[in-house]
């Protein structure tokens, strides 16, 4: 309902799934914040069946632990600590700064450049255990209240109905750092109205969004807002390329050398064909054209 904007729909089920009470509903991350800074309990932790928070979990064959935890496997794909402190879970917002004040599932800096967000443990199961031969999987939190917080937050800036836009995204702040600032309208407009937008030079959190649909000036300071918070929030899951898809944001390709120097290489512009899912294979087998590119 979000993607096809009946934000009707978004506030009525988001409702159903969050009570009356929505702060019983979302992540405890203070709590797992003074977990053992080790990823693998951390991320078992978060895939516990008995948060109300995790509302679908899945298994799959999968090595993102591997690559999102304290390991040498995939670190090309992995999120780099220049990344983390200028644009996600270690950036400053409204709260007043990322030290000590953004919890987020502890952000473990290995020291090696990138940043882990323990969300998804290594498990293993064994085919051969004798032999030490088996599968990777790992459990993936597929739906949770704390991202439908989210969704219900955007359809209500899309309704203009910013008392309860402030009140959503006020909840996910005080569920998300230890910051005694409480999240205001004003404050939201001040915060994100006052940042400089992004440049692959210069990063920070507030990237030119170019919707299909017009937004007035507050209902952008409040976009770049909810847009923060849904980076920090779904880092990892792949959430993120539907809000660029969403609202139009150019994406950079950049080259960092070692004392963070960016060379741009490569841009995917707002109406790049290259952002559309190729048809399988088969079915262009089949004759039918292929998706430009």
Known sequence: YLYTRNYDKVIEYANEVL??????????????SNLTQEYGPIAEDYIRVEYPANLLLMTGYSQLAYVYGNYGTGKRFMHSAHLASTETNQSDGPW??????????????????????????????????????GYSRTVVPIFQTDEVLLCRAEAY??????????????????QHTSSSVTLTRELINSYYSGLAFYTPENATVKK??????????????????????????TIHE??????????????????????????RQDSLEVNDLRRAVQIPNDVISAGLAPNPR
């Open 19 to 32: 009570t009356a009470n929505p702060k019983t509903m979302l992540r405890d991350l203070k709590t797992i």
């Open 96 to 133: 007043g700064g990322y030290v000590s004040k953004l919890f987020y599932l502890p952000a473990l800096n290995y020291n090696t450049g990138y940043v882990c967000s323990p969300k998804m443990p290594a498990l293993f199961e064994y085919t051969d255990r004798e032999a030490g031969v």
């Open 157 to 174: 800036i899309m309704k203009n109905d910013f008392t309860n836009a402030t009140a959503d995204l006020a909840l996910w702040m005080s």
């Open 208 to 233: 030119e969004i170019n919707p299909e649909f017009t937004l007035s000036d507050e209902q952008k300071n409040f976009v770049y807002c909810l847009l923060h918070f849904r980076r920090i929030e």
């Open 238 to 263: 792949g959430l993120r390329w539907f809000d660029i898809k969403r609202f139009g944001i150019k994406i950079y390709r950049r080259f960092l050398d070692e004392n963070y120097k960016v060379t």
